[in-house]
Structure formats: structure tokens, C-alpha cells
């Protein structure tokens, strides 16, 4: 058996490998074509073919991580399909691979793309997109979000502040920032903050070049506005660096324990973290997906083929494997918009390729 399992998995790893590495150099091609225009517009702030080539580089783990899934159904369902046109997989049924050990087989192997596919999304993946974007921002500019930055809230016993973030520097220093403190209780706007930039600190915020004004007796006839000019000015506050990339990221690049600590954040403060939660939900579900396309590849070696039809199952593979990943999206919009469960909105497309293929698997190979 250990025999059985060992050329089965070998054959499974080179498919899947080869797979997977066509699928990268794909990708990376196209990334290349759309960074020879950059290389164009920034050739005179030092933007060499070299940088592009780094570049192209760093956004390979997160196309890896986007593939992997799908490059095991393809290369299971091809190992499988060759397995049954040759006849061996016959030969192995009849060595002692019946469909439930072939299944338990498959679904081992299954877990060892689970935890690298994890590994790749929480851990690789992120640390090159921070080089891929600091990289960016060297050439282009700050790192920012839309025309408005990056918006984030805090609250401190009786006060809450909501927080704009202009940009952020390739050296983390902060750019443009303001801050708008209001009372709790009653709403009501207490003072402004405008600086021209500032860095994190132990505890909080060093700002330089600030202007802060103060809304006094707002509920007199006549309130007064305290305008103060400030070179240096510390704002005690619990965002860290972590948080503000968050706002400045996408989820689906951040690690999942960041994911986490932002969702924390934005219930402390009253924020909706329906967007956030569900992405958290799709990268815990998101790996089992390998386990999923494991099970739809295993009734192929049931199939009859005849010669040179491997390629149209393939074919269908590629299908399935694309409906599963548009089925996972709309999932995640629907349920963004519909307000749903956010873990149910991540794991409905994943229970429902269960079930097709726990049920083509009894269907097809259980009744033989």
C-alpha cells in the first residue's frame, strides 16, 4: 500500500507543480507587460528593468496562493484520468485501492496542500506585498487610498475620534493627517487636528507641524474657537501601524491575525466589520478548498476513456474549478450587501462543491 500511495503521490505533486508553474509564468508575464509601462514613465527616478523584474517577483506568492487550489484539480484530475486510460488504475483497484481508501489517500495528501496553501496566504504572501508596495511607493509616491486616504475611528472614555490618514511614506511616516474629536455622548464636534505629517510611537502618535483647534462654549450665545500652533504635539491613541495599513490594504492580502486585531478595533469603535469579517472567514475556508478539489478529481479514474480524450476532462476541470472560485466571490459580495452570517457567507461555496463531489464520488464510484 505504501507503494500504491507513493506513485500516486508523486505523480499527483509533478502535475500539480507543473501546473502550477505555467499558471505563474502566465501571470507573470502579464504583470511584466504592465510594468514595461512603468518602466517607461519612470525611468528618470531610477526605475530600472531590474525593479520591474522585482517586482513581478514579489506578486508571485500571491498568484500562487490565488492558483494553488485550482492547479491541484487540474493536475489530481489529470494523474487520475491517465490513471484510467492506461488501465493502471484498474490494476490498483485490484492490489487493494478501493474507493474509500482511495479517497483517504487522496484526501492526505489534500491536507499538505492545506497547510502549504496557508502558509503561502498568511505568511509569504504578505511580507511581499509590504516589499512589492514600499517598492511602489519609492518610485510612484506615498501609498494612499482614493482621494481622501485612509479614514479610521478611536475612542477614549468620553471622547471619540475619527482619523484621516492623507498618505502614508515608504519610511512609515505618516502624511497629511487629521483628526476630529467629538464628545460621546452628545456628538458634538470639540476640536480639530491638522498636521503635515507623523510617525507611530509607544502609546501613540508624534505629530509635527500641527494647527489645533479648540470649539469652546459651543452651547453659549456666543462660542469661542482656540486656535493653537504646535512643532510638536503627541496624541495618545491605541491605532497602531498595523491598523492603518489595514485601511490602507486590501484584506485579502493581510495575515489573518491582523485580520483579526482590525475587527477587534473597528467593534470597539462602532464600525461596520461586515467586509473585513468575511474575508477573515474566506481565508480560514480558503485552504480547505484544496481538500474539495481533491474529492471532485477522484471519480475521473472511474471514467471510461478512450485515447486522446484526457484533454476535454481536463477541460471540464478548468470549468469547475472557475465556477467554484466566481461561486466563492459572489458569495462574499452577496453577503457584503445582504448583510449574512459572515462565516456562512464564506463557507456556503465550499459546503456546496462538498456535496457535488461527495455525491458524483458515491454516484459514480460507490455503486461499482
Known sequence: ???????????????????????????????????????????????????????????????????????????????????????????????GLGPLRALGTLLLLGLGFVVLTFAIGDYVTPAANRAATAMQARFMGDITVGRTGAWMKDRQGERSYSVNVGAVSPDGTLNQVRIFEFDSRTARLLATVKAARGAFAEHGWTLHDVQRRSFENVDAAEPSVTVRQLGTWFWPTAISIDMVGAALLSPDRMQTVDLYRYISHLRENGQSAQRYEIEFWRK??????????????????????????????????????????????????????????????????????????LATFGWLVLRQ
Request: glycine share 8%; hydrophobic share 60%; proline share 4%.
Open 1 to 95: 500500500m505504501r507503494t500504491i500511495r507513493r506513485l500516486i503521490y508523486n505523480d499527483v505533486l509533478l502535475s500539480v507543480g507543473f501546473i502550477a508553474l505555467a499558471f505563474l509564468l502566465l501571470f507573470s508575464f502579464f504583470d511584466l507587460v504592465d510594468q514595461l509601462g512603468d518602466l517607461r514613465d519612470l525611468a528618470t527616478r531610477g526605475y530600472s528593468l531590474a525593479y520591474a523584474l522585482l517586482y513581478v517577483a514579489l506578486q508571485m506568492p500571491g498568484h500562487l496562493y490565488d492558483l494553488l487550489p485550482i492547479a491541484v484539480l487540474i493536475g489530481t484530475i489529470f494523474v487520475m484520468a491517465r490513471l484510467a486510460e492506461s488501465s493502471q488504475y484498474t490494476i490498483l483497484r485490484t492490489s
Open 284 to 357: 480560514v475556508f480558503y485552504p480547505l478548498s484544496c481538500l474539495v478539489m481533491m474529492v471532485l478529481a477522484l471519480p475521473f479514474a472511474y471514467l471510461h476513456f478512450r485515447s486522446g480524450n484526457i484533454a476535454g476532462f481536463v477541460f471540464l476541470g478548468v470549468l469547475v474549478g472557475i465556477s467554484f472560485f466566481l461561486l466563492n466571490n459572489v458569495f462574499g459580495f452577496i453577503g457584503n450587501l445582504r448583510n449574512w452570517v459572515p462565516w456562512v457567507a464564506a463557507a456556503v461555496p465550499g459546503i456546496l462543491y462538498s456535496i457535488l463531489a
